[in-house]
Structures are given as structure tokens and as C-alpha cells.
């Protein structure tokens, strides 16, 4: 089988807008949960969020791209061109038909919906934007960076909630490996701090709503109630092992396995047991041929609900 590398990385996030910044403030225990400002919340029970901030879109798009780009494809196109950078990559690549696109979005474009829908309703249909659709569009994201890079191999998007982008990373390393594409940028996107959005969610009753941020996301604590809706995106060049040498790449790390389940269960609640969970790690561990004493970190979903810290307690 062919080994598949990381060769390039790039992040937008609530704690820095570049890798060495969200690195860093990793480090230093920085905490990017704040108040709300992208819109008024006078009305509602939940106040937090982890919003990107100082973000300097103009260094990135002109006005005629700010105004025709959902904020979810905004931050894809920004790590993207990171992730490109930092892999040495050039725009319209030689081998372009060999190098693919896979961004994942659980809601895509949700605030351009948003807004269309007042439009239709105060102004009329006439009045609706024709790039409505292309920008609510989970895929456009994906769709975007590839026209931005010129790349003609698979361009997809991954729609799976909250495991969009590591689906999408997934999916991606086994294009590699299998031989279907040498080269993918993959990872994922989301910008859902929107009055609906938030609605939604904390009808779900799946928002935590205090306002102290040091308590606000406490996943598998006995006292966590609920997530911090965040926004932001991440993306990763994976290449195959004997085309990033060929190139003198620099190499990050390897991906050796991955593996996806469903509970088939319910639309929401994961089952008690764990077992749905547990399946996709022992497919990973099948699928990188390795036990599972080789493994030393574990990133959890964590969402800090009472049902899932409970249950993916019982998976790990």
C-alpha cells in the first residue's frame, strides 16, 4: 500500500489565525470562548461562542470576493492557500489531475441562507442574490479552493456534523493510498455563529448556557452541560510518501489508519454502550495494521453533554 504524509498545514481558529499562533496559545493555555458579537443576544439563554477574531479578510480577498463568499468558504479559502504555502505548492500544479480537494462542512454557507431569507421575505423574490445558492452550498468551499489552485482531481465535500472534517481527512488518505490522486488538500470549515444556528442548537437544548468561559466547555466533567458553538477551519496537504521525497517536501507526520462507524441509532443520542464508537477505532487500528498499545494520544469529541462524555468514555 502506498504510505500517505502531511506536508502542509493551515488553521483559522477562535485562538489565532495562522498554525505557529493557535500552536502557540495551545501552549499558553489561551481560551477562546468570549461574549457574542456577530449579532444580538438579548433574547437568547446562550451568550458564549468561540468566534475568529482580528482576522484581516482584506489581506486575503478583494471586496468582490468578501461580498459573493459565505463566511464558511472565506475561511477555507484562507487555510487553504496556508496549507498550500506552507507545502511548497504553486497555483495550477504540473500534475493538477493528479491533485484532488476534500473540505468538510457540517452547515455550510447557513448565514448567506439566513440572509436570503430576509430578502425573500422584506424584498421579494426578485430580490434574492443569484449567488444565493452557490454560496449556502456545503461543497463550495471545496468547489472554491480547487478553481483558487487549479486543481482537477476529486473536489468533494464531506456533510457529516461535527466529524465533517475528519471524515473528510479520512476519505482523503485513502484517495492517496489507494492510488486514485498523489496529492489532496483536505480538512474542513464551518461558520455557524448565526442567530438561526444558535437557535437551533440551544433549542437542542445541546449549548451550554453560563457566561463564565472557564466553565463554559468542561467535556467529561462531572459538571459539563453542554458545548461552546465555535467557528473556524483547518486544513492539511496530504501527499503520497515517495512524491513529497521526490520533491524534497518537508514531512510532518504519517497517516496510517483510518475507520468509520454508524450507531444507526437515533438522530442525536449515541448509544449507551459505546460500541458504534469503539467499531471506528478498531477499524483504524485494523487499517494501520498497529495494536493498540501503539497508541498514546487520544482527541476525543468531547463535547461536554451528558450523553456523549458518558458514552465515548465507554467507546475509548
Not at 506552507?86 to 493538477?96: I, M, N, Q, S, V
Not at 434574492?128 to 452557490?134: G, L, M, N, R, Y
Not at 451550554?208 to 486544513?235: L, N, Q, Y
Request: charged share 20%; proline share 3%; with cysteine.
Amino acid at each position: 500500500m502506498r504510505r500517505v504524509v502531511i506536508t502542509g498545514l493551515g488553521a483559522v481558529s477562535p485562538i489565532g489565525n495562522d498554525v505557529n499562533t493557535v500552536w502557540n496559545s495551545i501552549e499558553q493555555g489561551v481560551c477562546g470562548i468570549a461574549p457574542i458579537t456577530h449579532f444580538d443576544t438579548s433574547d437568547y439563554k446562550v451568550k458564549l461562542a468561540g468566534e475568529v477574531k482580528d482576522l484581516d479578510m482584506e489581506a486575503y480577498f478583494s471586496k468582490r470576493d468578501l461580498k459573493f463568499n459565505d463566511r464558511f468558504t472565506q475561511f477555507a479559502r484562507i487555510v487553504s492557500k496556508q496549507a498550500m504555502i506552507d507545502a511548497g505548492f504553486e497555483k495550477d500544479p504540473d500534475d493538477a489531475m493528479r491533485f484532488g480537494c476534500m473540505i468538510g462542512s457540517g452547515i455550510g454557507g447557513i448565514d448567506t441562507i439566513e440572509q436570503a431569507s430576509k430578502t425573500l421575505e422584506d424584498r421579494g423574490p426578485s430580490r434574492v442574490s443569484p449567488f444565493f445558492i452557490p454560496m449556502s452550498l456545503a461543497n463550495l468551499a471545496a468547489g472554491q479552493v480547487a478553481i483558487d489552485w487549479g486543481l482537477k482531481g476529486a473536489t468533494s465535500c464531506v456533510v457529516t456534523a461535527c466529524a465533517a472534517a475528519s471524515n473528510a481527512i479520512g476519505e482523503a488518505f485513502h484517495r492517496i493510498r489507494d492510488g486514485y490522486e498523489d496529492v489532496m488538500l483536505t480538512g474542513g470549515s464551518e461558520a455557524a455563529i448565526t442567530p438561526l444556528a444558535i437557535a437551533g442548537f440551544q433549542s437542542m437544548r445541546a449549548l451550554h448556557t453560563g457566561e463564565d468561559v472557564s466553565r463554559a466547555s468542561i467535556p467529561f466533567d462531572a459538571d459539563r452541560s453542554g458545548f461552546v458553538m465555535g467557528e473556524g477551519a483547518g486544513a492539511l496537504v496530504l501527499e503520497e510518501l515517495e512524491h513529497a521525497k521526490a520533491r524534497g517536501a518537508k514531512i510532518y507526520a504519517e497517516i496510517v489508519g483510518y475507520g468509520a462507524s454508524c450507531d444507526a441509532h437515533h438522530i442525536t443520542a449515541p448509544l449507551d454502550d459505546g460500541s458504534g464508537g469503539a467499531q471506528a477505532m478498531v477499524q483504524a487500528i485494523k487499517d494501520a495494521k498497529i495494536l493498540p498499545e501503539n497508541i498514546d494520544y487520544i482527541n476525543a469529541h468531547g463535547t461536554s453533554t451528558p450523553l456523549n462524555d458518558k458514552t465515548e468514555t465507554a467507546a475509548v
